[in-house]
């Protein structure tokens, strides 16, 4: 028995077995530049022998980790929280934020179990097209991939702004194509310098987040600087004037659609698992870190907002998610009177929005090699070259950053708008195929004959959870429809409103209406779902050791291995 057995202490099992591990995937070059996109042999095709392309396979279990507690908190919590403060108050956002929580820790467990089990480019497309419809799973992959390609130029255009708040004088157009080379210089690493790059920003967000979860804790018990705002208890007192909740059942609603807009990237994680070095044991320990960030971080920091900017703060007004000015994370430490904080905070929403267009490039052309890989998208976006790059799909989502100087022009802000309105609510029919296909692959592996017991790594809430999920992700697309049509303050709104915030829809319905046209294929059936071709094989009796022994653990000891 080894020292760490002896107290007590258990490792998570290497899931999949030694030899499949040591021969799966393409062999990275032996050459340092080439490996790593340093030179110009790197860029040429990879000879990745039998079967479908392999993307580089060097993403660790720390890179995983990092992605999935802070890869996708961005503008959209720090920044876009503000303009949800401002239409619902604190109470509601709080209450959206929770529901949209839970919503997402079913999402993602369901996507741990399915990526553990299939860990494939392109995943969540993927098993939409083997579990559902493959006409479904072409609109996911290109709606996924449309997403992320307006995101781009979109967080490019952010960056400008947040610099701005130093110095106005110096042109956007030159920031934008400052940021959009430090981009490219990220991508010429490839999967490495995506991951390098997402797990040292996660680092400095969450540093940031509990900083300033600390000082807010002091501010609300009156620790602040003498002369600020804070400097007396303040407690809750501003749940009671101007109040809790601001505009109703409609602000309610409206607050669901920034929620999820800040959770948008938490399934990254599944996409990165398709280039781990061993995905089974990396991704169940990355996806129980999805539990503390909503809760500490989501939560905790949503709670300490409400509790010091009253939701009629006039620097809220017109609050968005491009407004650093109205991030009530750099207006706590303004009214404070912490001097340099709202520096600091600045500094921290530029890193995120960076971070933000790293993954995008990421995801989006993953997925778009994926598609190809699949015959939904033209072939020469398969290409993979010798440091492990799909170059091709790489280019072409880089080559979107060009948008952002549209904005540059007068007629910039109402482009931008519909950009925005075509990535708006993708992230919520992402999510659902999740559920959906979680509960079909289920379904199709009862069916053939399969126990729970031969599942590795299952989600929490098994497929109930799913189901919960899906729910949710409907409530919160009929409650963005209700807005859409009748928008706060007015009885019922315009065409051009509508579409503006329900754009998504009829794009995603387009992209499918194309996939049966192309391909004539539609809804599975249960008895047809195949659930054995691509899955990993598993050291089971790894695993086994590894929950006898989790089973002969005190309570305390069980609950710790299943949330951390």
Request: glycine share 10%; hydrophobic share 50%; proline share 4%.
């Amino acid at each position: 028995m080894s020292s760490q057995e002896e107290k007590g202490g258990v490792h998570p099992p290497a899931y999949a077995t030694a030899t499949e591990d040591a021969h799966e995937g393409a062999v990275r070059d032996a050459n340092f530049y080439t490996r790593n996109g340093l030179n110009l042999e790197s860029f040429k095709v990879r000879d990745y022998g039998k079967g479908v392309v392999e993307l580089d396979r060097s993403i660790r279990p720390r890179h995983l980790h990092m992605i999935a507690i802070g890869g996708s908190i961005g503008a959209g919590f720090f920044v876009g929280s503000g303009a949800a403060l401002s239409t619902g108050g604190p109470g509601f956002l709080l209450i959206d934020f929770l529901i949209i929580g839970v919503m997402i820790f079913n999402v993602v467990y369901a996507l741990g179990e399915l990526a553990v089990m299939y860990p494939i480019s392109g995943s969540f497309y993927t098993y939409a097209t083997r579990f559902i419809d493959p006409s479904w799973g072409f609109a996911i992959g290109w709606n996924y991939v449309a997403q992320w390609a307006v995101v781009v130029p979109l967080e490019l255009t952010v960056c400008a702004i947040s610099i701005s708040y130093w110095n106005a004088e110096i042109s956007p157009a030159v920031w934008i194509t400052i940021f959009w080379v430090f981009i490219i210089g990220v991508n010429i690493f490839g999967t490495l310098g995506y991951a390098e790059e997402e797990f040292w920003s996660a680092i400095i967000k969450l540093t940031a987040t509990v900083i300033f979860l600390i000082l807010s804790f002091v501010m609300v018990l009156g620790g602040g600087p003498e002369g600020g705002r804070y400097s007396e208890y303040y407690g809750a007192r501003l749940w009671y004037s101007p109040g809790a909740f601001a505009n109703g059942f409609k602000g309610f609603c409206s607050v669901f659609v920034t929620a999820a807009f800040a959770f948008s990237g938490t399934e990254l994680v599944g996409l990165a698992a398709a280039e781990a070095s061993n995905p089974s044991k990396a991704l169940p320990g990355a996806i129980k870190q999805v539990f503390w960030r909503i809760t500490l971080f989501y939560v905790l920091g949503l709670l300490f907002v409400g509790l010091l900017i009253p939701y009629d703060d006039e620097n809220l007004l017109g609050a968005s998610s491009n407004n650093v000015a109205a991030s009530p994370f750099v207006l706590v430490g303004k009214y404070a009177g912490l001097h340099g904080f709202d520096h600091f905070m600045n500094v921290v929403i530029l890193i995120s929005v960076i971070s933000i267009s790293v993954s995008g490039v990421y995801g989006g052309s993953r997925t778009l090699t994926a598609l190809a890989q699949e015959g939904y998208a033209p072939k020469i976006f398969s290409y993979i070259d010798k440091s492990g790059r799909p170059l091709f799909s790489v280019i072409f989502i880089l080559a979107f950053g060009a948008l952002a100087y549209i904005d540059l022009a007068a007629t910039g802000p109402v482009v931008f708008g519909w950009l925005l309105a075509l990535s708006g609510l993708a992230a919520l029919f992402t999510w659902g195929s999740i559920c959906l296909a979680h509960i079909r692959f289920r379904s199709a592996w009862a069916l053939q004959g399969h126990t729970l017991d031969e599942i590795p790594f299952k989600a929490v809430g098994g497929v109930y959870g799913s189901y919960l999920g899906l729910i949710l992700i409907f409530l919160v697309l009929v409650a963005q429809f209700y807005i859409a049509v009748s928008p706060i303050g007015k009885r019922v709104g315009d065409a051009e409103g509508f579409f503006n915030s329900y754009l998504a829809l009829p794009v995603v319905l387009v992209f499918w209406l194309g996939g049966f046209l192309w391909k004539r294929q539609s809804w599975l059936r249960t008895v047809d779902i195949d659930v054995d071709s691509g899955r990993r094989e598993h050291n089971w009796d790894e695993i086994n050791a590894y929950k006898a022994q989790l089973a002969a653990m005190p309570a305390w000891k069980r609950l710790y291995h299943a949330v951390f």
